[in-house]
């Protein structure tokens, strides 16, 4: 099986069949390359070729601005996947309304007293005083990021997302399972099913302002359907 994974595209995250699979990078370099191999995601993916002899979950990550290409010693099915990043690439649903979707869809109660909202596609954020409340769509990935001017905390308040937290990956956390992600940390929040809405408590120190995100990888594009 051949992929080759154009500037910022990454890979569904599969899970390796139990016969294992060799993953080998044919043209590009590892430097450019980020991944994720069971709990932990490497910044620099290990090696031109890795082989994976359990059911491991891992996704290939191409960060640099020239293609990359790499051989699967077998073909990944479609029930492999454990998340597609790019499932509603071609689909984009409708920006969330703040007001029905907590009144309608929310999976908790969302207390009164918020000062404002952010609404995409994607996500919807309730900002209080001193914390955020953050639900994120079904199939969907909060971009992963880090900050230059602030640390987070996170609490999964509902569903069952994986944590990428630095270098550990998190699967199937648990309602009222803390994360800590210090300052310059990169993180991210994928929620892997089809049909439940996770959401996370997020505090932080430092200065909060909501331009301070580095993107690493950001599936989503931050594209709705109005600027599609």
């Known amino acids: 099986m051949i992929i080759t994974l154009g500037s910022e595209r990454g890979t569904p995250l599969w899970t390796a069949p139990v016969s294992g699979v060799t993953i ?29 002899r359990t059911p491991l ?13 790499f051989s699967l010693s077998t073909q990944m099915s ?24 907590k009144q ?27 914390y955020n409340l953050i639900f994120l769509r079904p199939q969907i990935c909060i971009s992963f990021q880090n900050h230059a001017q602030r640390g987070e905390h996170w609490e999964i ?5 994986i944590v990428v ?10 309602v009222g399972e803390h994360f800590d992600l210090p300052l310059g940390h990169m993180h991210g929040l994928i929620n892997p099913s089809k049909t439940e809405w996770t959401a996370i ?18 599936p989503n594009h931050y594209v709705s359907p109005k600027t599609k």
Do not use: C
């Open 57 to 69: 979950a891992f996704m290939l990550i191409n960060l640099g601005k020239s293609p990359v290409k």
């Open 201 to 218: 408590k997020e505090t932080w120190s430092g200065h909060f302002d909501e331009k301070d995100i580095i993107r690493i990888f950001n």
């Open 165 to 174: 937290a630095g270098s550990l990956v998190v699967y199937n956390a648990k």
């Open 24 to 52: 080998e990078l044919v043209a590009g370099n590892t430097s450019q390359v980020a991944g994720i191999l069971g709990d932990l995601f490497f910044a620099q993916w290990p090696s031109k070729q890795k082989e994976i």
């Open 157 to 161: 308040m509902a569903g069952s997302p």
């Open 104 to 130: 309608t869809t929310s999976p908790i109660s969302i207390p009164e007293g918020y000062v404002d909202t952010l609404s995409k596609w994607y996500s919807v954020k309730y900002t209080y005083q001193d």
């Open 78 to 101: 479609q029930n492999q996947i454990l998340w597609d990043p790019y499932v509603f690439e071609h689909n984009i649903p409708a920006e969330i309304n703040p007001n029905v979707f």
